[in-house]
């Protein structure tokens, strides 16, 4: 399977742990996004990284929140002192910085559930 | 502020008509429109995209229509099948981000297409 990967599907919480989600993108794709969706809602553009570089981080990004892609290739996004309001699908994309313009290829998410 | 609008939560058909989603957007710098379907338990997938020089991109089963003017534009699938039933998302990009991957995306419609 050749698509962008996402670790874990799922994961239950308590309010005021920290927790980890990781993405591994397609091979290629030297850009990666974070994406976050609530129910009802679109996906809402939370940050996104040319190879290991961080370019771009939404408002919607708090101080608790911090992403990494160490070697250009997966990436990790942290929250701390999770909240229930952080509840929410967490998707990763990638893309190819060399398209016109860019169509995204999104992974399956990591569902979070702080109780 | 939601630039991107899908007015319609919800959209029923029979199988063999034609479904007509649409979106409106208000933001007059974007530049290039995607359509995103997604079924459960999965990741957005890319549908079919349109830039604004253009005002209709046909694939397949799938056509979309951009009015510029109106600030609009439409999805159509003819004819629908009961595959494609779904959440239906449009996504927006603005002059400068078209090749960043930054979309905006509208709320979704979900589509059912009924045998």
């Known amino acids: 399977d050749t698509g962008v990967s996402q670790n874990p599907r799922h994961k239950i919480t308590k309010r005021g742990q920290n927790v980890t989600f990781r993405c591994d993108p397609i091979?290629?794709?030297?850009?990666l996004y974070w994406y976050r969706q609530t129910l009802g809602q679109g996906p809402e553009f939370l940050t996104y990284?040319?190879?290991?570089?961080?370019?771009?981080k939404s408002r919607l990004l708090s101080d608790r929140f911090s992403a990494e892609r160490p070697k250009g290739s997966f990436s990790t996004l942290e929250i701390q002192r999770t909240e229930q309001g952080d509840s929410a699908m967490y998707l990763c994309?990638?893309?190819?910085?060399?398209?016109?313009?860019?169509?995204?290829?999104f992974g399956s998410g990591t569902q979070l559930s702080v109780l | 502020d939601q630039q991107v609008k899908q007015n319609s939560p919800s959209l029923s058909v029979q199988e063999g008509r034609i479904s007509i989603l649409n979106c409106d957007y208000t933001n007059s710098m974007f530049d290039y429109f995607l359509w995103y379907k997604k079924y459960p338990a999965e990741g957005p997938t890319f549908l079919i995209s349109i830039s604004s020089i253009k005002d209709k991109n046909e694939d397949g089963r799938f056509t979309v229509f951009l009015n510029k003017s109106a600030k609009h534009l439409s999805l159509h699938i003819v004819p629908s099948q009961p595959g494609d039933s779904a959440v239906y998302f449009c996504?927006?990009?603005?002059?400068?981000?078209?090749?960043?991957?930054?979309?905006?995306f509208g709320q979704g419609t979900t589509l059912q297409v009924k045998p």
């Open positions: 994309a990638s893309s190819f910085e060399g398209d016109r313009f860019t169509k995204l290829f």
């Open positions: 091979s290629e794709h030297n850009r």
């Open positions: 990284f040319q190879n290991e570089a961080q370019l771009e």
């Open positions: 996504a927006a990009s603005a002059v400068g981000s078209s090749n960043t991957g930054k979309l905006i």
